[in-house]
């Protein structure tokens, strides 16, 4: 790249979510289209929760014994 990066903002994620759910739902595709448009969007969306749950979980103790109790004395 020539380092003429452009990053979308959170205004145009939101654009483009409403208008493909407008394609989605409203749009003169047939059914077979719309169908596969609106299965994609869900697919994304279960990926996008699954990652962020895998994530959570990942920065939770292992093990009762990776938790120290209050009375431990830990250095």
Known sequence: MDGDVSLASKADLGFDVV??????FLSSLPPWARYTVLALFGLTVVYGFVTWLLKR???????????????????
Do not use: I, M, N, T
Request: no cysteine.
């Open 57 to 75: 979980s990942a920065d939770a103790p292992a093990s009762a014994a990776d938790v120290h109790e209050d009375e431990a004395r830990v250095r």
């Open 19 to 24: 208008r493909f759910l407008y394609v989605g």
